[in-house]
């Protein structure tokens, strides 16, 4: 099977090629793996002193406040290599990481890799996951400072902490929310998650026909969104030029819902969510309607979006208002109000959090 999209890196197979060429991994030793997937990365922040090759990374942030995340990805759990290309999933693994640096309104500057391996994969596997991670780290201009390998007794797990700086009075956390603020999202909503119901509606079909060949026009943006999603680097600086400082932020990694849900528990409020004001890709709405799914639940339940989720004073509302990368969805009450979405036929429903939930799902 083959994901055609210009804007991936290649065209892939659903099954890996059955004669690829196989170098061992105990041929170069853990060491020499280190130095042999690691040549590419090169040092370009000021703020790194010392990256790989001792043992710890150096960091001179002067006045700068650090940030730093972490995010576990585990095959079967997190990422299925069916339709994964391992050279995608080093990307994004990037990206989940830096979408956490971005939601506190900071620049990402470093990342660390760790890495665990069963036998099944050769040098050449790695290095298509060392590759889409050495996109992502040019891409977001971040540098590989460190990391771990090891091995694994099935499948493949990937660990990346992504590390970033901002002045103290840029920093914006979950628990700023005010009643009468705005809610703000980024972007559009619910695509990644129906992506991966496209790519696990053709892997089935694929396991019963292996010849079966779809075709997935209909879906290049739905497939972008979940194999190759980005980071939201740019609302920090759009957010500037804007003259506008969030009260509240949060990425969209586990579902609308559920970040929201987030915000009004850290900082003590409510929340009143519209129905009719979710930004949904025309492409989204097709697809959910083929598959016979509410765009509304998707929208508020699907994760792996990236967006940025966030607050800011009723005050701002003319500098935001019509501005074609934001979306105003709701507005924050008193908590005793509760945390509400408002349908088009303008009723209240209790928001529940029903996004994707890491240990219910092991």
């Given at each position: 099977?083959?994901?055609?999209?210009?804007?991936?890196?290649?065209?892939?197979?659903?099954?890996?090629?059955?004669?690829?060429?196989?170098?061992?991994?105990?041929?170069?030793?853990?060491?020499?793996?280190?130095?042999?997937?690691?040549?590419?990365?090169?040092?370009?922040?000021?703020?790194?002193?010392?990256?790989?090759?001792?043992?710890?990374?150096?960091?001179?942030?002067?006045?700068?406040?650090?940030?730093?995340?972490?995010?576990?990805?585990?095959?079967?759990?997190?990422?299925d290599l069916a339709y994964m290309p391992l050279k995608h999933l080093g990307y994004k693994a990037v990206v989940a990481n830096i979408s956490d640096i971005c939601a506190m309104n900071a620049k990402a500057t470093q990342?660390?890799?760790?890495?665990?391996?069963?036998?099944?994969?050769?040098?050449?596997?790695?290095?298509?996951?060392?590759?889409?991670?050495?996109?992502?780290?040019?891409?977001?201009?971040?540098?590989?400072?460190?990391?771990?390998?090891?091995?694994?007794?099935?499948?493949?797990?990937?660990?990346?902490?992504?590390?970033?700086?901002?002045?103290?009075?840029?920093?914006?956390?979950?628990?700023?929310?005010?009643?009468?603020?705005?809610?703000?999202?980024?972007?559009?909503?619910?695509?990644?998650?129906?992506?991966?119901?496209?790519?696990?509606?053709?892997?089935?079909?694929?396991?019963?026909?292996?010849?079966?060949?779809?075709?997935?026009?209909?879906?290049?943006?739905?497939?972008?969104?979940?194999?190759?999603?980005?980071?939201?680097?740019?609302?920090?600086?759009?957010?500037?030029?804007?003259?506008?400082?969030?009260?509240?932020?949060?990425?969209?990694?586990?579902?609308?819902?559920?970040?929201?849900?987030?915000?009004?528990?850290?900082?003590?409020?409510?929340?009143?969510?519209?129905?009719?004001?979710?930004?949904?890709?025309?492409?989204?709405?097709?697809?959910?309607?083929?598959?016979?799914?509410?765009?509304?639940?998707?929208?508020?339940?699907?994760?792996?979006?990236?967006?940025?989720?966030?607050?800011?004073?009723?005050?701002d509302f003319e500098k935001i208002k019509g501005n074609p990368n934001f979306t105003i969805i709701g507005h924050i009450t008193q908590e005793s109000e509760g945390i509400h979405l408002v349908t088009r036929a303008n009723?209240?429903?209790?928001?529940?959090?029903?996004?994707?939930?890491?240990?219910?799902?092991?």
């Amino acid at each position: 099977m083959y994901l055609c999209n210009s804007k991936t890196f290649a065209t892939t197979k659903m099954i890996e090629d059955k004669n690829p060429q196989r170098t061992s991994i105990a041929q170069l030793g853990e060491f020499g793996l280190i130095d042999h997937l690691t040549k590419n990365f090169s040092i370009n922040q000021p703020s790194t002193i010392k990256g790989i090759g001792d043992d710890a990374a150096v960091l001179d942030f002067g006045d700068k406040k650090i940030i730093v995340s972490t995010d576990l990805l585990i095959e079967g759990v997190h990422f299925d290599l069916a339709y994964m290309p391992l050279k995608h999933l080093g990307y994004k693994a990037v990206v989940a990481n830096i979408s956490d640096i971005c939601a506190m309104n900071a620049k990402a500057t470093q990342i660390t890799v760790s890495v665990a391996v069963s036998n099944r994969f050769p040098l050449e596997a790695l290095e298509d996951l060392f590759d889409g991670i050495t996109v992502a780290s040019q891409e977001y201009n971040v540098d590989v400072i460190g990391g771990d390998t090891t091995s694994s007794q099935k499948g493949l797990i990937i660990s990346i902490t992504a590390i970033g700086q901002a002045d103290e009075s840029e920093l914006v956390y979950r628990n700023g929310a005010k009643e009468t603020n705005l809610l703000v999202v980024s972007g559009d909503i619910g695509a990644a998650y129906m992506g991966l119901q496209v790519l696990e509606r053709e892997k089935q079909v694929f396991q019963v026909n292996p010849n079966s060949q779809p075709d997935l026009e209909a879906y290049t943006y739905l497939i972008e969104r979940q194999l190759r999603p980005e980071a939201r680097k740019d609302v920090r600086t759009l957010l500037h030029a804007l003259e506008i400082k969030p009260t509240a932020m949060i990425d969209i990694s586990d579902g609308l819902s559920s970040e929201i849900m987030h915000i009004c528990k850290q900082s003590k409020v409510g929340c009143n969510l519209y129905e009719d004001k979710l930004p949904l890709d025309p492409q989204l709405i097709n697809v959910c309607e083929e598959f016979n799914i509410d765009a509304t639940t998707v929208a508020i339940n699907g994760g792996e979006d990236y967006e940025l989720l966030f607050t800011i004073a009723m005050e701002d509302f003319e500098k935001i208002k019509g501005n074609p990368n934001f979306t105003i969805i709701g507005h924050i009450t008193q908590e005793s109000e509760g945390i509400h979405l408002v349908t088009r036929a303008n009723t209240k429903i209790p928001l529940k959090a029903r996004g994707w939930d890491a240990i219910a799902e092991e």
